[in-house]
Nanobody, 127 residues
Framework: QVQLVESGGGLVQAGGSLSLSCAASGRTFSDYEMAWFRQAPGKEREFVAA????????NIAVSVKGRFTISRDNAKNTLYLQMNSLKPEDTAVYYC????????????????????WGQGTQVTVSS
């Protein structure tokens, strides 16, 4: 089992920045590819970004490209999401997720491909 705990959410004005963290425990963090997803009220959970086990490969959703950066620190068992130039449409609950063989199979953007999920952290962007 892998336990994931997100933190760092909050209320920010449009144009502002937030940094999310996801602390992992249980199994070896570096064995897992990691991702961020988000879910706005009344909408399906959508892919935001994913990162390979070493951190050397990352994929970002078009909707946040150039504004969000995903990274990880395997020594600290922590995943990060730096969010800049936030927009009201970024308002959602943000979840981190862990899975295996996702980059190899090309399924990293599919929420069904992930084995473990955090409880989520709320991000609200006011206009």
């Amino acid at each position: 089992q892998v336990q994931l705990v997100e933190s760092g959410g909050g209320l920010v004005q449009a144009g502002g920045s937030l940094s999310l963290s996801c602390a992992a425990s249980g199994r070896t963090f570096s064995d897992y590819e990691m991702a961020w997803f988000r879910q706005a009220p009344g909408k399906e959970r959508e892919f935001v970004a994913a990162i390979s086990r070493s951190g050397g490969n990352a994929n970002i959703a078009v909707s946040v490209k150039g504004r969000f950066t995903i990274s990880r620190d395997n020594a600290k068992n922590t995943l990060y999401l730096q969010m800049n130039s936030l927009k009201p449409e970024d308002t959602a609950v943000y979840y981190c997720a862990a899975g295996v063989n996702l980059f190899f199979s090309g399924t990293y953007s599919s929420r069904r491909a992930y084995d473990y999920w955090g409880q989520g952290t709320q991000v609200t962007v006011s206009s």
